[in-house]
């Protein structure tokens, strides 16, 4: 059955998450923000800026006008930046129906609201009642654009949702399960990413497996405790969404939040660490949102606090992890 599905965000993912829709035989419409970069996209049959050599199948038509992407869609996937997706989100709430579901591939924390993607999404629409879902999981972008075996989860309240969901993206190398944990699958998409900063950070300062071995497992530790603290599933975090993902992102060499944090411990500055990694580095604005939630919730996050200290107020990357060695000892 053709199912129509709308993509919002022409960045990896979102064109990913569109390719595998169409070659499932969906009727599949892209939408970018840009005028120039849907009109190249739709020339060339290729996204040239983030996807370099994938074909985009014939069934996806790619577009900046709102209102042809949204009519009769049945279920939209939102794949915008969390910094920019309350002010997306805004420009699409008219051509919005009022009863289209949503799933969220962002992985974020919005700064000072603290609020994940999809509520973001709800807020913005005005429809606490809307049905939402969340794609999150181990999903290095060219190894998937390169049909490399990769597994997600989807997870959402409405079982038939994220069933539907599941049904309509997964491939033969995109295996998709189901989790009701739509919090715990946020939270763990998002503060992984402060982690990997830190393995990054290992990386550039040459310091071994043994202590990135240590960062993966005290980094899921205390993510987990904010889960807990935001009325997660403890078991989210030991599976794809949370440790599967921890550990790609910590240890995958294009990794855009890796590649900032191997910056940053070699000695660049933070502008440069940017510059460092191709696209949108989510893990440097999640990093300010994650320190002020554990601040909130009353979770020791050791960890979130050191990397915040890197980049926000100046101490160097040795000196952070030569405090966090010599804390005072205690029991695992």
Request: hydrophobic share 40%; aromatic share 4%.
């Amino acid at each position: 059955m053709v199912t129509k599905v709308t993509v919002i965000g022409d960045g990896a993912m979102g064109t990913l998450c569109a390719i595998m829709l169409a070659e499932n035989g969906h009727d599949v419409q892209l939408w970018s923000a840009f005028e120039n970069q849907a009109r190249e996209m739709a020339s060339a049959r290729e996204n040239v800026r983030f996807l370099p050599g994938t074909k985009l199948p014939d069934n996806i038509n790619i577009t900046c006008d709102a209102t042809e992407a949204l009519r009769n869609a049945e279920f939209a996937i939102s794949a915008v930046p969390t910094e920019f997706l309350r002010g997306v989100w805004t420009r699409l709430a008219p051509d919005t129906p009022t009863d289209l579901p949503i799933c969220s591939v962002t992985k974020g924390i919005e700064n000072d609201t603290l609020l994940r993607p999809s509520e973001i999404v709800l807020e913005v629409l005005q429809n606490p009642a809307r049905e939402v879902a969340a794609l999150s999981g181990p999903s290095i972008a060219p190894e998937i654009a390169d049909k490399l075996p990769a597994t997600v989860t989807v997870a959402g309240k409405s079982p038939d949702l994220i069933e539907k969901i599941q049904r309509c993206i997964a491939r033969d190398y995109f295996r998709v399960y189901t989790n009701p944990d739509i919090v715990g699958v946020e939270l763990a998409g998002a503060t992984k990413n402060v982690i990997a900063i830190a393995a990054g950070c290992l990386d550039g300062l040459q310091y071994g497996v043994n202590a990135k071995a240590a960062l993966l497992t005290r980094g899921l530790a205390e993510i987990t405790k904010l889960g807990l603290a935001c009325g997660a599933d403890a078991k989210t975090f030991a599976g794809l969404s949370g440790m599967g993902d921890l550990v790609t992102t910590c240890f995958s060499p294009v990794g855009r939040n890796r590649t900032f944090g191997q910056a940053i411990g070699s000695g660049q500055s933070v502008t440069q660490g940017c510059e460092s990694a191709s696209g949108v580095v989510e893990g440097l604005s999640t990093t300010k949102s994650v320190n002020a939630l554990a601040i909130t919730k009353n979770v020791d996050m050791p960890i979130t606090k050191a990397i915040y200290q890197v980049l926000f107020e100046s101490v160097p990357p040795r000196d952070a992890i030569l405090n966090l060695m010599t804390r005072p000892l205690k029991g695992e």
